[in-house]
């Protein structure tokens, strides 16, 4: 390797430092890679030197270990040599604070009635982009379904997400053919885990459970979200709540239907009233900078954050069904390690 080259990360791959080791993540690939803490400090106090000016900076006692650091990111397509770095900026990672809405979880068991008229028109004057409905009931027909949604087909919402029970028989071609935006549907207590691409929309069968809303909150690898708006939302607020505005079973409005605060009922207040509540914007904001334990983890930035369900329902600590320990690196579950 010539010496007089700086290595430098691509824009896209960076790097986060956690309590014993750090991790390199790619924005692009939608991946990550593992490095130890002292390849961190290289790549991040001394971006830009060249790799003699490195080795020298340890009195070149490193220099088979630098060496051998190097090799493993330019092999892993993680960096490139350049004699120009100055030419190779990091990405800009500034945000503006959103004051309307993303997303939304609305949950629907056998005694909801929600007004669905009302929820759609005002999620859509808020300019929500994603809503996810979760049918924690029974028995429910195709035509429940396409008349829950009827209101939505005024709306600029983008994307709809099911979560609905498994159902012998149902109808999912006529669902489809009524609401095009539907993007994702999850059945759940299915007969076997599997995933159907038949309809442009796919339809994940699980067999697990999902009964209610206490189901949610489980961080694990395969749900991180490696991707430059994810992560960016993540430096900047909270990575689950941020510009989220719910409907409970009841007909609560909170940041999430598990989250505790309640800003109103739906059939009292707008959801236009909530979205400007101070006590549910503040979970908006709650980064993983200031949470106990995940602060100091390499994945903060990739994990989606869960602040219904904390150790000891504390507001600022961590989520209490996760099962990594950045101190010791390791997954207390085991299933849970990407690399078992
Ligand atoms: S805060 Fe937790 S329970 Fe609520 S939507 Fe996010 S992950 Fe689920
Ligand atoms: S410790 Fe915190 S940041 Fe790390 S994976 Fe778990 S929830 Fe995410």
Not at 148 to 169: A, Q, T, V, W
Request: hydrophobic share 35%; glycine share 2%; aromatic share 12%.
């Amino acid at each position: 390797m010539d010496d007089s080259k700086s290595v430098l990360l691509f824009s896209n791959c960076i790097p986060v430092k956690g309590a014993s080791r750090s991790a390199i993540c790619d924005l692009q690939r939608n991946s990550f890679q593992l490095i130890p803490n002292t390849l961190y400090d290289i790549l991040h106090d001394y971006r830009g030197k060249n790799t003699k000016e490195i080795k020298s900076l340890y009195d070149n006692e490193y220099d088979n270990e630098i060496d051998e650091y190097f090799k493993f990111l330019i092999d892993n397509e993680l960096a490139f040599t350049t004699l120009e770095p100055e030419l190779f900026p990091s990405i800009d990672f500034s945000w503006k604070s959103p004051y309307k809405i993303e997303n939304s979880i609305i949950d629907i068991d056998e005694n909801s009635c929600h007004p669905f008229e009302k929820i759609f028109k005002e999620l859509n004057d808020l300019g929500c982009k994603s809503v996810q409905l979760r049918y924690f009931t029974i028995n429910i027909t195709v035509d429940d379904l396409i008349e829950d949604l009827r209101p939505s087909l005024d709306s600029r919402i983008k994307h709809i997400d099911i979560i609905m029970p498994y159902s012998k028989g149902f109808d999912y071609n006529k669902l489809f053919e009524a609401h095009e935006r539907i993007n994702f549907l999850t059945v759940y207590s299915a007969p076997e885990n599997k995933t159907i691409q038949k309809f442009d929309t796919p339809i994940f069968y699980t067999v697990e459970k999902i009964s209610s809303s206490q189901h949610c909150g489980i961080v694990y690898p395969a749900n991180f979200s490696i991707n430059i708006d994810h992560f960016k939302e993540a430096l900047h607020g909270n990575s689950c709540l941020l510009g989220k505005i719910s409907v409970d079973i009841d007909g609560f409005i909170r940041n999430c239907p598990s989250t505790p605060y309640k800003s109103g009922h739906i059939n009292e207040i707008s959801l236009l009233d909530a979205v400007v509540d101070e006590s549910l914007r503040e979970f908006w904001l709650i980064n993983k900078d200031q949470i106990a334990v995940c602060q100091d983890c390499e994945f903060r930035y990739i994990c989606t954050d869960c602040r219904a369900f904390t150790i000891d329902n504390e507001k600022y600590a961590k989520p209490s069904k996760c099962s990594y320990d950045p101190y010791n690196a390791e997954w207390s579950n085991p299933s849970d390690n990407p690399f078992n």
